[in-house]
Every structure is written in C-alpha cells, then in structure tokens.
Nanobody, 117 residues
C-alpha cells in the first residue's frame, strides 16, 4: 500500500506562488504515473497535471505555462510549482499515484490552496 502525504498549501493573493509537495512511502516514480488533481468548492475533481513513468509531463489548459510538475527521486517527493495564481485555482489539491482501471489507485489526503484577490 503506497502512502502519499501532501503539504505546502496555504492562502495567497492573486499573482502569488506556492509549491506543493507529495511525499511517497516508496519510490514509485519509475513504476507509476503520478498526478496532481484539484477539487474546487461545488465542482468535480479535475486533473491538473500528470507525469508518466518516463517523466513526460502534461497539464490542463487552465494551468499550462503557470504550473510545473517535478520530482526528487532521492526524497521520494513529487512537487507542483504553482505560479501566477488565480482565484480560480482555489481548491483542495490531491496527489495521486498509479493508474489502474482508468483511475489513480493511491491518493493523498489533500492540501487546501486558497487564492484571494
């Protein structure tokens, strides 16, 4: 059972930056696709960014050129650098790992990001 623990959320003003971290209980970056999702109040969860086993990243159109997904294998940590934050980026951000049956198998508990104008 892989465990994921997110951190780094908080409250910022528009235009600010945050870096989210997701520490995994084992090194799975070369074995699994990793992803960052978010869920805004009253909305469905959406995939923000993902990174395949070979390190190829993809982004939702709404965050492209503002967010960057990366990893530190030595620290078993996945990151999401978020720049030029907008109020619509507000939500709970979840780290997820290992796609099976069309969905991610392992999920973190989430970290709150609040962007205010």
């Amino acid at each position: 059972q892989v465990q994921l623990v997110e951190s780094g959320g908080g409250s910022v003003q528009t235009g600010g930056s945050l870096r989210l971290s997701c520490v995994t209980s084992e090194n799975i970056f070369s074995k699994c696709r990793m992803g960052w999702h978010r869920q805004a109040p009253g909305k469905e969860r959406e995939l923000v960014s993902s990174r395949g086993r070979l390190g190829i990243a993809s982004y939702a159109a709404s965050v492209k050129d503002r967010f960057t997904i990366s990893e530190d294998n030595a620290k078993n940590t996945l990151y999401l650098q978020m720049n030029s934050l907008k109020t619509e980026d507000t939500g709970v951000y979840y780290c997820a790992a290992c796609v099976e049956g069309g969905d991610y198998k392992y999920w973190g508990q989430g970290t709150q990001v609040t962007v205010s104008s």
